[in-house]
């Protein structure tokens, strides 16, 4: 374990409900199962300490990363410097007021989508098959079978990289395709208010068992992976256009373009992030030569390599 600074040991004082840890591989906490060591990685047990930790990494000056399920981004081999923050956490509040549903940022979409069902309110059944987090989801306009997070979502809560709580709602969410006002900002998502209409639990369920029977036959969730790994380019399927060109089970060290879904690169055998992105680079190039077409990748690549 490699000695903290002491700038490092104010921050990780911040810290007395939640966990500190050091040289924390990264691989444990993404669903790509791929990343070198968090120099400082901390899980703030709810959002007064969230703010207590952030002010003083600011104060510190220490470089920050947040995560939530890890389930979008890839983390490179060298790992990340600084301080990377988990919010998995921030379970609170979770409450339901007639159709309003008021969540943490921390629960993971599956949860709040189950939850939802439960209650006969509908609109979140997209999200069952989604590893995420709800901040998470909401940072990147997570969406899924005709549903985003988008139609739902009208109020956040959030802090901003000072610790300062702030709220956005309606216009202010700038939501688009796979984009939030929280990529512009910075700003980490807290709790998250969603309004959802009433409907049969049964006609909610069903829908949601067909989402997840259709993710089990087309996605290869044997395979640690982060999702689709490119954006669907303007007029084409990311997926589509890389059957048809003949990449799948194109391979790079442990990573492979699924033969089961071409839009996702797995961790078929011990990848490196390097493996992952140069099979990456070579779809694009590939894909760019066939079609003209670029391939931006929908995956977070953060940390050094
Ligand atoms: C098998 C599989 C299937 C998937 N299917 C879908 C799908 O159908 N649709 C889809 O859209 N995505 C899908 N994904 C991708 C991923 O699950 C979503 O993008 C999800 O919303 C990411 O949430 P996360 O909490 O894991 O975010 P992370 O991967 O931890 O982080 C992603 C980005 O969000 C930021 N972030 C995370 N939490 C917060 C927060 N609370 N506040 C501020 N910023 C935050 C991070 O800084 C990072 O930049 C899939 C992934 C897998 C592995």
């Keep these: 374990m490699s000695a903290l600074s002491a700038a490092q040991v104010r921050i990780a004082q911040a810290v007395t409900r939640g966990t500190v840890r050091t040289d924390e591989p990264m691989a444990r906490h993404t669903t790509f199962a791929i990343g070198g060591p968090a120099d400082v990685y901390i899980e703030p047990a709810d959002e007064d300490e969230l703010v207590d930790v952030l002010r003083a990494v600011h104060a510190a000056g220490e470089p920050l990363t947040v995560l939530g399920g890890g389930s979008n981004v890839l983390v490179g081999d060298g790992g990340i410097r600084g301080v990377t923050i988990c919010l998995r956490r921030l379970a609170q509040p979770l409450a339901v007021s007639g159709t309003v549903m008021r969540a943490g940022g921390g629960i993971r979409m599956q949860r709040v989508s189950t939850l939802a069902a439960r209650q006969g309110l509908s609109g979140l059944e997209f999200a069952v098959g989604i590893p995420g987090t709800l901040g998470g989801g909401v940072w990147m306009n997570a969406g899924a079978y005709g549903g985003e997070m988008s139609t739902v979502v009208t109020e956040v809560t ?60 087309k996605q290869p969730l044997e395979y640690p992976s982060a999702g689709s790994t490119f954006k669907r380019p303007p007029g084409y399927f990311a997926g589509t256009l890389i059957d048809e060109t003949g990449l799948k089970g194109l391979t790079v060290g442990g990573a492979q373009v699924s033969t089961r879904h071409a839009g996702f690169v797995i ?38 390599d």
Excluded: C, W
Aim: hydrophobic content about 45%; proline content about 2%.
């Design 158 to 217: 959030a802090v901003t990289r000072t610790g300062e709580r702030v709220s956005y709602s309606g216009r202010e969410l700038a939501f688009g395709y796979r984009h939030s006002v929280f990529q512009d900002t910075g700003d980490l998502v807290t709790s998250v208010a969603m309004v959802l209409v009433p409907d049969e639990a049964a006609a909610i369920r069903a829908r949601m068992d067909d989402y997840t029977a259709r993710r089990r036959h």
């Design 267 to 304: 961790n078929r055998h011990g990848a490196t992030a390097a493996d992952v992105k140069a099979l990456i680079a070579l779809v694009q190039e590939k894909i760019m030569a066939a079609h003209g077409v670029y391939l931006e990748p929908e995956v977070r690549m953060i940390g050094d």
